[in-house]
C-alpha cells in the first residue's frame, strides 16, 4: 500500500523512476489477490470440504447405531478426559467398563467400552455406538464439527495463499531492485573512470 500510494502521489515528479512504476504495480495486484483471490480460493476450499466432511457424516450416521449395554465391572483405572476432535470438539470424562449389549441380529456381546456415563456400577445401563456388526465403534461425527473442520481448512487456505502472494511480491521486487542494481553498476563502469578528468565533461 505505501508503494502504491508513495507513486500515486508522486506520478507527476520529475525524480520518479520506471521502476517505481512497475514496483507500485506489483504491490497493487498483489493487494487485490490478498484481497479477493485468496479469501475467495479459501471459501472455494471450505466449501468443498463441507460437502465431504458432511457426505462422511451421513455416512458414518448410517453406520453406526446407539445401543443400551449393562455393566458388568468397571475396568480398574481412573476416568479420564478425552476429546476427539474427529466427532466433537467438547471434552468429556470417559469411563472404562466391561459391559454386554446385544447385535443388531439379536447376537449377545460382551466386551469393554468407554463410557461418558456417570453411573457405571454393576447393572447400570450405559449408552454405547456400535457398528453394523455390533462391535463398539466411535460416536458419528455430528454436522457442527464438520462445519468447524471446514472453516478451519477455508481459513487456513486463506493465509497460506495470503503468505504466498507476499512472498511472491517480495522476490519479484528483490529482482527488481537487483537489475536496479546492476544497471547502476553498468553506468557507474561506463562513467567512473573519466570522473573529474578534465575535458571529459564532468
Not at 29 to 56: F, H, I, N, R
Not at 141 to 161: S, Y
Amino acid at each position: 500500500m505505501r508503494a502504491v500510494s508513495g507513486v500515486w502521489r508522486w506520478r507527476h515528479n520529475p525524480l520518479r523512476r520506471a521502476t517505481d512504476r512497475r514496483e507500485a504495480w506489483v504491490a497493487l495486484v498483489a493487494l487485490l489477490l490478498m484481497v479477493l483471490a485468496a479469501p475467495a480460493l479459501g471459501w472455494l476450499c471450505g466449501a468443498l470440504t463441507d460437502d465431504v466432511l458432511q457426505q462422511s457424516v451421513r455416512f458414518q450416521q448410517t453406520q453406526r447405531h446407539p445401543t443400551t449395554a449393562v455393566v458388568v465391572r468397571r475396568v480398574p483405572g481412573a476416568p479420564h478426559m478425552v476429546t476427539d476432535p474427529e466427532v466433537s470438539s467438547e471434552r468429556t470424562t470417559r469411563t472404562s467398563v466391561l459391559a454386554r449389549w446385544k447385535a443388531p441380529d439379536g447376537t449377545p456381546i460382551r466386551g469393554t467400552v468407554a463410557t461418558s456415563s456417570r453411573v457405571t456400577e454393576p447393572g447400570s445401563r450405559v449408552r454405547i455406538w456400535t457398528d453394523p456388526q455390533g462391535h463398539p465403534s466411535l460416536r458419528p461425527m455430528d454436522a457442527a464439527t464438520a462445519r468447524t473442520h471446514a472453516a478451519l481448512a477455508g481459513f487456513g487456505v486463506t493465509l497460506i495463499g495470503v503468505g504466498l502472494v507476499e512472498a511472491g511480491r517480495r522476490l519479484i521486487v528483490w529482482r527488481m531492485v537487483q537489475r536496479r542494481y546492476a544497471r547502476l553498476d553498468r553506468a557507474w563502469a561506463e562513467a567512473g573512470p573519466d570522473w573529474g578528468r578534465t575535458g571529459t565533461g564532468s
